[in-house]
Structure formats: C-alpha cells, structure tokens
C-alpha cells in the first residue's frame, strides 16, 4: 500500500518546467499531519508563459492542431487520456486519498468518475462536428445564415481541494471537447493529481500547450490567471468570496466567468418515510468526502412527528461510521484537509454550542485517532434560523437539525439560505416530491436521495452558489463561442441608396 508523492514540476506547453522563482509547497499527509513531498508554486511571470503556451497552441499550423480541428480529431485525445486513467486508478486514488484525506474508496469512485467524465465529453466533441454551419431560416428568401461553434480560446480553470482531480476533469475535458487551450489551477491544498495528469497528458501526446497545470498559491498564482489579459474565460469552483474577488478580477477586461461557489443546502424529510433509508441518506448527503462538499445538505429539516425516532437512530448511525486512516479499509469518514480546515470546523461546533445548540454527537477528536486531522461527526440540535451554523457553510462534517409541522414551513426554511446549490427531500408522497422540488430556491433538487451526480447532467447553482452550469450538454457550452455568417445571396443591388447619375 506505501505509495510515493512523485516529484513534479509546472507542467507547460508539454513539459516540465521549473518555476521562474524555484519555490515549493510542501505536501502534508491531514492523516498523519507528516509532510510527504512538494509541489511547485507558479507566480505570475509562469503564469504569463503558460498563457503564452496556450495561445499558441490555438495558433499552431493555423489552428488546424487544436482549435480548428474537428471534434472528432479532440476526441481520440480524450478517450485516451480516459484509457490511462483507468490504467492508473489504483496509483491516482492511492494518491488523492493521501493528498485530501478522503477514503480510498471514495477516491477509487472518484477516478471512475474522471474517466467517464473525458469519456462523456469525448462523446460532445464528436456530435459538436454535425452541429457546424447549422442553418438558420430567416424571414427574408435573399439571405442566408448559418452558425459555427468556435472555442472560445484560452481559458484559465481554478478548482479546489475537495475533489481534486473530479472538479479539474469537469473543466478540462469540455474546455478540450471545445477546442479551447487551457491553464489549470488546482488548490495548493491537494494538487498531487492534477500534476500527474500532466504525465498523462504527455503519454498520450496532446499537443503542447493545449493543457497546461500550473500549481501555486491563490494570491501568487490564482489572482494573476483571473486577471491576465490573454485569457478569454475563468471558470472556478470554491468559495463565494474567492468567487466574488475572481469576478471582479475578469470584470476588469470584460471576460466571461462560470462560478460553482458554496453552499449551505437543505434535506427535507416527511412523516411518511422509511426511517432508516433517509437516516442514511441524510448522513451521507452530509459526511460524504469527510463533509468537505459544496452541494452538503448539511441542513436537515425533520418533521416534528418523527424527530425523536429519527435523531435517535441517525447517532447510532453516525456513531457506526469507521473513522481512520483514508487507506484503511472500509474507512468512510477520514481527516478533514489541513490543519486550517480543522480548526475552522472545530470552531463552528464550538460557537453553536455558545449560542445555544445542542451536541447530540461528535463535534471533536475521536479518541482512537491522536494525530491527524480528524473529528468525530457532529449532528447538532436545537437549532434556529439566527445562528451561525444555519446560516455560515462550514466545509466539513457538521449536520444542524430543525423540525417543521407544515409542507409550506419546511419550504420556507428551506430556501432561508443565501446559497442555492443543492437540495433534497424524501418522502413517500411523489405530488409532495414535484411540488417541493419546483418551490426549492437551488439548481439541484434530488428527491429519496442527496449527492449523486452524473456527467451528463447539468451543475450549478443560483444566488450566492454562482451562476452557469458545469456537466451535461451545458457544459461544454460554457467554452464555446457562437458566430452568425449571414450571406445576401440576390444578384439585385441592394438598392437602399440612390446611385449616382452617369455623367453625360
């Protein structure tokens, strides 16, 4: 099971490259809080040569290596990165589960999930090749029109820690699918992935500068792609606050942006379920990847009817989750990323409790594990709308109760939320299901369930989750430009002015 951090570089116009000003970051192990190896730290003047890379491998040969090509031509690259990664999956989950802390077979899960995601969009760039030139019927027989999806060009993706190769593909592979050229910045917190994805990139010969990873920090790294004047689009995943200074960044040249930011979802749960099904449902809607996950219903809303029933066997549940090592099997629930994080989490249970809340479980060390980066799962009752735990995301496995004894009440508490991510109700009542699902105020409703997510459907939120949509058809719409080509095909002049006398 040992397993090494391989020593990487900025991975740049297909090769490896040093950063400008040698420095490192090193790579702490949240199981063991052990440093295990380093990363490169990009600034600003790696940043301008990787855009450079990028904006000539639009360039090269016309366009006709990359941007230009056909769909079907970027595809062959896809499934082929998609191959090695399955080839690779035991390596890469080995990895990511050291990297970010989260069990080995959540990481497994994971790289499936890679693969078919580049598989998915592999599939798009194919199909993109019939929709060229569609034409367009116009009310006016001396014209005609047609439209071309071009890339939009260079784009800059930052993506973070929680799913650090999972949120980088859901980037990349339409960015590619696109024929777009790309610069990726993943999270200083976990990046070992996203740098062995360069080798994978290698191996398979996708044209230089088509991919670039650059790894660094947000300030020295991050702020200077969202900014730079040669890249066309930002899109990133991470907090609304992070989101916020990024659009203001791209604002600055009048650049598109797609933010997936945080959020602070609702489940809601009727009278009329199965106790133990939506138990389970709603420990994993929110301690799924150590709880560190935008989409977290981490605000249950519990019918008043059944509340006793329900907390009571949602902490046996919660105290029959296996805490260890992510490589441990059966692990279900391993540290928390960083010592950062840690104590950030910590510090919620602590000010809920100061405010009034109750602890029914959790909410500190487990007493099995003295070193790490680990808690106990908190579920915490007692809750109201005014507290900080209702209403802050906390990034991390904390689950805050409230009961309802209406259908409109439960909506409304649901929707008491900034963010507008995610979202889930149960119950056996599917008209209940329909109307809950259309009077949620998110971009994801799941009903009987919380979490599961698909390539082929869209993902986003609304109001201070972001806006636009990763995933699906959607997707990849978000790389692409649209252009009109309108033809007057009349031998008539067009006869709006008066032509000029012929002289005598």
């Known amino acids: 099971m040992a397993i090494s951090i391989p020593a990487r570089q900025l991975f740049i116009d297909g090769e490896w490259r040093e950063p400008v000003r040698k420095n490192r970051i090193p790579v702490i192990n949240p199981a063991t809080e052990e440093i295990v190896g380093d990363i490169p730290a990009a600034t600003s003047e790696d940043i301008d040569i990787a855009v450079k890379a990028a904006r000539g491998a639009l360039k090269r040969n016309g366009g006709k290596e990359w941007a230009s090509a056909s769909g079907a031509h970027r595809a062959k690259y896809l499934r082929a990165i998609a191959a090695k990664i399955i080839e690779k999956k035991d390596k890469f989950a080995k990895l990511e589960a050291i990297d970010c802390g989260k069990p080995l077979d959540e990481a497994a899960w994971d790289m499936d999930d890679v693969a078919g995601c580049f598989e998915y969009n592999a599939d798009l760039a194919e199909a993109l090749d019939a929709k060229q030139n569609a034409t367009i019927d116009l009310p006016m027989d001396t014209?005609?029109?047609h439209v071309i999806r071009?890339?939009?060009?260079?784009?800059?993706?930052?993506t973070p820690w929680n799913y650090p190769l999972l949120m980088a593909t859901w980037k990349i592979a339409p960015a590619l699918a696109a024929g777009c050229a790309a610069i990726l910045k993943p999270s200083e917190l976990a990046s070992v992935t996203c740098l062995e994805l360069g080798e994978v990139c290698r191996e398979v010969g996708l044209p230089p500068g088509v991919l670039n990873i650059l790894t660094g920090l947000g300030p020295e790294a991050g702020a200077p792609l969202a900014s730079h004047p040669d890249v066309d689009k930002i899109a990133f995943t991470g907090s609304s606050a992070t989101g916020s200074k990024i659009m203001t960044a791209a604002a600055q040249n009048v650049k598109p942006v797609t933010l997936e930011l945080g959020g602070k979802s609702?489940?809601?749960?009727?009278?009329?379920?199965?106790?133990?099904?939506a138990v389970e449902w709603a420990l994993f809607g929110c301690f799924w990847t150590n709880g560190q996950i935008c989409s977290a219903t981490s605000r249950l809303i519990l019918h008043e009817s059944i509340a006793k029933e329900f907390l009571d066997k949602l902490?046996?549940?919660?105290?029959?989750?296996?805490?260890?090592?992510?490589?441990e099997e059966g692990c279900r629930l391993g540290p928390?990323?960083?010592?950062?994080?840690?104590?950030?989490?910590?510090?919620?249970?602590?000010t809920a409790k100061s405010e009034g809340a109750t602890i029914l479980f959790g909410g500190k060390r487990p007493q099995h594990l003295k070193k790490g980066f680990y808690m106990e799962p908190a579920i915490i009752s007692d809750v109201t709308t005014s507290m900080q735990i209702w209403r802050d995301e906390v990034f991390g496995p904390v689950l805050c109760v409230k009961t309802f004894s209406t259908e409109e009440e439960a909506i409304e508490l649901a929707n008491d939320t900034h963010y507008g991510l995610g979202s889930a109700v149960i119950s056996n009542d599917l008209e209940r299901c329909d109307r809950v699902a259309k009077a949620f105020e998110a971009g994801i409703v799941w009903v009987n369930c919380s979490q599961?997510?698909?390539?082929?459907?869209?993902?986003?939120?609304?109001?201070?989750?972001?806006?636009?949509r990763e995933l699906g058809e959607w997707g990849l719409e978000n790389y692409l430009s649209v252009k009109q080509v309108t033809r007057y095909i009349s031998n008539d002049p067009w006869g709006w002015y008066t032509p000029p006398s012929a002289k005598l």
Do not use: T
């Open 143 to 145: 014209f005609k029109c």
């Open 150 to 158: 071009e890339p939009i060009g260079v784009v800059g993706l930052i």
């Open 266 to 277: 609702p489940i809601v749960v009727f009278d009329d379920v199965d106790i133990d099904k």
């Open 315 to 327: 902490v046996k549940w919660a105290k029959n989750i296996k805490i260890s090592d992510p490589l």
């Open 336 to 350: 928390v990323v960083s010592g950062g994080q840690y104590e950030k989490v910590l510090k919620f249970v602590e």
């Open 452 to 468: 599961p997510c698909f390539s082929q459907a869209p993902w986003g939120g609304k109001k201070r989750s972001g806006f636009g």
